[in-house]
């Protein structure tokens, strides 16, 4: 059964610190990965989209990588602004055209303190 | 300017009362997609269009039907909403599949609520 976790559940940390969220997948085949930010009460906005033979993708203060050997990938955030606050979710992608299909983790809800 | 849009933001209807719910793109994808998502948990894919080849998923209830009229628009309908189905409903567009390692623009998102 395909299926997506994520670690932690929750996270608050101060302002100006970094933090890295987990996401292991146990997703066949595999297509992509795929990390979102969704603010409360509004839809997610894809923040990177990873292949089988990246390693590595950066979107300015963001920054995921995946081992997918270990079928595991992190999102790392560099210099947390308040802004950030928002649940952090992992999406696997599967499949091939015309018969894809998506498995999403149940998300990290990050909470930047001042 | 908006990208991938829904209305109305917030529904409310009845126990058993059919709703429609509306989302339009101005993006020309080919795919769009109905999500559902109740609170603290991940988005559920309900089912998507590929141009106007309909896939649903295997779990979705028989009281949720869609039509896409066109490229540009596409409507959820729930023929007798109950209270299990008070959620937000995402619709989002890619230009082609997810396979194809295409960005998803997701719309804000419609929030129903059924008494």
């Known amino acids: 059964k395909n299926q997506v976790e994520q670690s932690p559940q929750s996270l608050i940390i101060l302002e100006g610190k970094n933090c890295t969220l987990q996401?292991?997948?146990?997703?066949?085949?595999?297509?992509?990965l795929r990390w979102y930010k969704q603010d409360t009460g509004r839809g997610p906005v894809s923040l990177t989209i990873?292949?089988?033979?990246?390693n590595t993708k950066s979107n300015g203060r963001y920054t995921a990588t995946l081992d997918a050997d270990t079928k595991q990938s992190s999102l790392h955030i560099t210099a947390s602004q308040l802004s950030d606050s928002a649940s952090y979710i992992c999406v696997v992608s599967s499949g091939v055209r015309g018969n894809e299909k998506l498995t999403f983790g149940t998300g990290t809800r990050l909470t930047i303190i001042p | 300017d908006a990208m991938v849009i829904q209305n109305p933001r917030y529904q409310v209807t009845q126990f058993g009362k059919p709703v429609t719910l509306s989302c339009s793109q101005t993006l020309n994808h080919n795919v769009m997609y109905w999500y559902q998502q109740k609170s603290s948990q991940a988005p559920k894919l309900l089912f998507h269009y590929y141009d106007k080849d309909f896939n649903n998923e295997a779990d979705t209830p028989d009281n949720f039907q869609s039509r896409r009229p066109n490229t540009s628009f596409c409507f959820l309908d729930i023929r007798s909403p109950g209270l299990g189905d008070a959620a937000m409903y995402l619709c989002?567009?890619?230009?082609?599949?997810?396979?194809?390692?295409?960005?998803?623009?997701f719309g804000p998102g419609t929030r129903l609520l059924v008494l």
């Open positions: 990873m292949t089988f033979s990246e």
């Open positions: 996401c292991n997948y146990t997703v066949s085949p595999f297509s992509n």
């Open positions: 989002a567009t890619s230009r082609d599949g997810v396979a194809a390692q295409e960005t998803q623009y």
